[in-house]
């Protein structure tokens, strides 16, 4: 299963945790990192156990879990970018005067109006999720749809694809095959995104790629291989430094 549809298929609880137990190891649910069962780990002189060390892979790379969470994509995650700095600074423990002073806005009741608009918004998502995992009991006919990748750039309707569709789209611009070159580039935003995904499903994890290397890469799926590692980053896939010296499959 790949790292996106973990990360939307994930409990509340591993989801607070960063990480599922799978039967052999543990696996980070912000990046794919795996941890192995059984192993002790090293670092910094000191020794832990599979679990814990996974816990501190989380610290050490992405901060914390609220840290990522918070600054994923506004569309992934229904808030604003002003409730984003006012959930970071009460994740911090601050309190609402400090918080008045270090955004300069209205007074300390503002901040409380912003606090009960926060809870509010729990009050709804929770009641939102429950009725839609009512639902999943009930709606036999629901399709199955293509996960949105935790990096997309844009969230939007090319999003609306069912898993019977990609099948289709890349059976038609994969005739030999998702290992052999494409027949064309899509035309349509829906089948770009499908066939960009296998593309960039098909990059290692955790490589920093030379611009060189990734380029022969992207030869083997189509010639014009700048117009496909444009579409990489474009689409949120793919990442690079700013002089376009390397470039990584983004997690």
Known sequence: MELSTMFWEASLEDLKRGYIQEKDSFRCLLCGEKVEKGIVYPLEDRFYEAERFMRIHIEMSHGSVFDYLVGMDKKLTGVTDHQKSLLRLFYQGKNDKDIQKELEIGSTSTIRHHRFALK???????????????????????????PVHKTAAMVDDRYN???????????????????????????????RLVVLREIAQQLKDGHLYEERELNEVLKGFQEDYVMIRRYLIE????????????????K
């Open 120 to 146: 509010e918004k729990e009050r709804q998502a929770r009641t939102f999720l429950a009725m839609m995992e009512l639902l999943k009991e009930k709606d036999e006919y629901a399709p199955a749809f293509l």
């Open 161 to 191: 694809v069912t898993q019977e569709e990609q099948v289709s789209i890349l059976k038609k611009y994969f005739p030999e095959g998702t290992s052999a070159p494409l027949l064309k580039f899509p035309p349509k935003e829906k089948q």
């Open 235 to 250: 689409y949120g896939f793919v990442d690079r430094k700013p002089d376009g010296s390397q470039y990584w499959v983004k």
